[in-house]
Each structure stands twice: as structure tokens, then as C-alpha cells.
């Protein structure tokens, strides 16, 4: 069984650019959440999406936005690019909504480098 | 606002020593907590989770101690290896509406010599 699929896996940007990242979850997932991770702030909560609607949201700012489709496929996109948004993002799938879900699955994670 | 505080940063043990990682949550209304364990390069893995029902849970060589009136959880990794050598992330997640997701401590970095 194919895990969760994140593409791509390095990036660069320079300040001011947006990008989108992309996540494929395990096959039969239909849940998908998305972290931020930092060494100095750890993990933290972005979105969640379940059947194309976003069931829960983080406290970024409007830039960081994100969407699935209905093959439960789902990207997110960050626009204006700021130094501090280099890290790695990870995305974590589940068959149900985070609510009901014991076991996230994550992915490998996007590194972006913003310059 | 952080509302999961994990301690230490990061741990050196001697193999076949006992690691243990703690963790303080603030938030009562957390209903289950994972621990996730993160090799370079990879993305978090669940290792073992625990509800606040039960006080304490083993799984081979990884056990957590909960002490909900005190707002604490622990991980203890017995007879550790290098093979154990990973950061490791204490987690809560939140019940009822928009809090139902987790929340995570900023994470342990384990190293275990031979």
C-alpha cells in the first residue's frame, strides 16, 4: 500500500514568489491535514481538508491557503513568499476526519527554502 | 500559544539505558495523545498513543505514563538502542469543534550511543 506522496520534495523560492505544494494520500483516505514544521516552533497545524471542505484551520495568515479535490488529493499554496516560511511541510492523511482519526500517516514533506 | 510543553530538548543515553521524555499539556479538553517518532529525512511515524481513561500503556519496549490530574504524559523507551536514535514529538488532540486537531510539543532529539 503506497503511503502519502508529497511533491515536491526540495524546493527554492526567493521573497515574494508563491508556491504550491502537493500531497496524494493513502489510497482510501479521504482526510488530509497540513503542518509547518520549524526547529524553533515544531509542528504546527496549518488545515484539514474532508471531502473537499476544509473542516479546520491553524492561526497563519491568509497567504497559506489549500484545497482538495475529489480524488481527496489535495494542494496548498503560499503566496508572497516570506523568509520565515522556509521550512519543511508535511501533509498526513487518514480515512476519517482528525475528530474520529487515531492514526495520521504523514508524509515525507515539501522543503522549501525561501530566499 | 503552546499549549504542549515537552521536555528535555534533547537526550544522550548509553545503550541498553532508559530514555524518558516528558510532556505538560494546558488544555483539559484533549482527549487522546500520540507520540510520534521522526527519523531525518522522514516524515513523523506514530509510535504509541494513550487516552486519558488509562494511566498507563506498553507496546515492546515503549511505555507511556499518563497523570491527568497533574496534566502530564511520559514516554520511556527501555533497554534503548541506536537504532532509537530519532526526534521524538508528544502530541494532544483537542475534542469539540474547531479544537479537533493536534497539537504537538516542539520535540526530543535522542541519541543513543553504543
Known amino acids: 500500500k503506497a503511503g502519502v506522496t508529497q511533491t515536491p520534495r526540495y524546493l527554492i523560492k526567493t521573497r515574494g514568489q508563491q508556491v504550491t505544494l502537493s500531497c496524494s494520500p493513502i489510497s482510501g483516505h479521504r482526510s488530509v491535514s497540513w503542518y509547518q514544521q520549524t526547529p524553533g516552533q515544531g509542528l504546527q497545524f496549518l488545515f484539514e481538508?474532508?471531502?473537499?471542505?476544509?473542516?479546520n484551520k491553524g492561526n497563519f495568515p491568509g497567504r497559506f491557503s489549500g484545497r482538495q479535490f475529489s480524488n481527496s488529493r489535495s494542494e496548498m499554496n503560499v503566496s508572497t513568499l516570506e523568509l520565515g516560511d522556509s521550512a519543511l511541510y508535511l501533509c498526513?492523511?487518514?480515512?476519517?476526519?482528525?475528530?474520529?482519526?487515531?492514526?495520521?500517516?504523514f508524509g515525507a514533506g515539501s522543503r522549501l527554502t525561501v530566499l | 500559544q503552546q499549549q504542549v510543553k515537552q521536555s528535555p530538548q534533547s537526550l544522550i543515553v548509553q545503550k541498553g539505558g532508559i530514555s524518558i521524555i516528558n510532556c505538560a499539556y494546558e488544555?483539559?479538553?484533549?482527549?487522546?495523545f500520540p507520540w510520534y517518532q521522526q527519523f531525518p529525512g522522514k516524515g513523523p511515524a506514530l509510535l504509541i498513543a494513550?487516552?486519558?481513561?488509562?494511566s498507563e500503556k506498553k507496546e515492546g519496549r515503549f511505555t507511556i505514563s499518563f497523570n491527568k490530574s497533574a496534566k502530564q504524559f511520559s514516554l520511556h523507551i527501555m533497554d534503548s538502542q541506536p537504532g532509537d536514535s530519532a526526534t521524538y514529538f508528544c502530541a494532544a488532540r483537542g475534542s469539540g469543534g474547531s479544537n479537533y486537531k493536534l497539537t504537538f510539543g516542539k520535540g526530543t532529539l535522542l541519541t543513543v550511543n553504543p
Open positions: 481538508y474532508f471531502s473537499e471542505t476544509q473542516r
Open positions: 488544555n483539559t479538553a484533549f482527549d487522546y
Open positions: 498526513a492523511s487518514s480515512a476519517r476526519p482528525t475528530a474520529g482519526a487515531n492514526v495520521l500517516t
Open positions: 494513550i487516552r486519558p481513561d488509562v
